[in-house]
C-alpha cells in the first residue's frame, strides 16, 4: 500500500510562548477582586461554587417574602422551580424570558402558576431591580444577546448551574403535607 499519512488532529499545536490578552467579551473575575472594581455584568456572570447556593437561596426566600409566605412555598411554586431548571437546560435563558413575557399576555391557569416564580427567579439573576416587570426582562435578555452574546453565554450557563440550587431550596421549603400519614 501507499504511505500512510501522520494525522495531525483538526487543531493546531498551540504556542506556548504566545500569551493571550483578553479582550472586553472575555470573563476574568478574580475572587480576590475588590467589590468596587467589579462591574455590574461581572456580578452577573460571575460563578462562584461556594456562593451558588447561598445565592439561590437568597432568591428562594426573596421570592417566599414577595409572596406573603416566609416559611414555606406550595406544592405549585416548587414544580415551578423545577419546570424553570428544565426549560433552562433545554431551551435557554432568552426563551424562559420570553415565556414569562407571554405568559403575562395570556390566559392560563398553568402559566399563572409558572409566571411569577419564573419571573422572581429570573429578575433576581439578573439583578434587574423591580421584580415583576417581563417587559424589562425580556428587554434585558434581548439586548444582551443581541449586543453581547458572550457575556449571554455565560448568563445562560450559570442559570443553568444556579437553577440545581434553587430547586433544592424549593424543595427544603416546600410546604409539608398533612393530609398524607407516614406508616
Known sequence: MGKSKKNKGQFPKSNKSQKTIPNKDTLIV????????????????SVQPEHMSLTAHAHITAYMVKQGSAS?????????VLKLAQHLRVFGLLSAAGFVKQAN???????????PVWESLLCQLLDIAEVGDANAL??????????RPSEYMALWRRAIAISKHW????????QENTS????
Open 30 to 45: 478574580s475572587a480576590a477582586a475588590p467589590s468596587s472594581t467589579r462591574t455590574v455584568s461581572d456580578s452577573i456572570l
Open 105 to 115: 399576555q395570556q390566559e392560563g391557569e398553568v402559566k399563572d402558576r409558572l409566571r
Open 167 to 174: 430547586s433544592f431550596w424549593a424543595r427544603a421549603y416546600q
Open 72 to 80: 414555606s412555598l406550595s406544592s405549585n411554586d416548587v414544580t415551578a
Open 138 to 147: 425580556m428587554a434585558a435578555v434581548v439586548e444582551m444577546t443581541g449586543q
Open 180 to 183: 398524607e400519614v407516614m406508616p
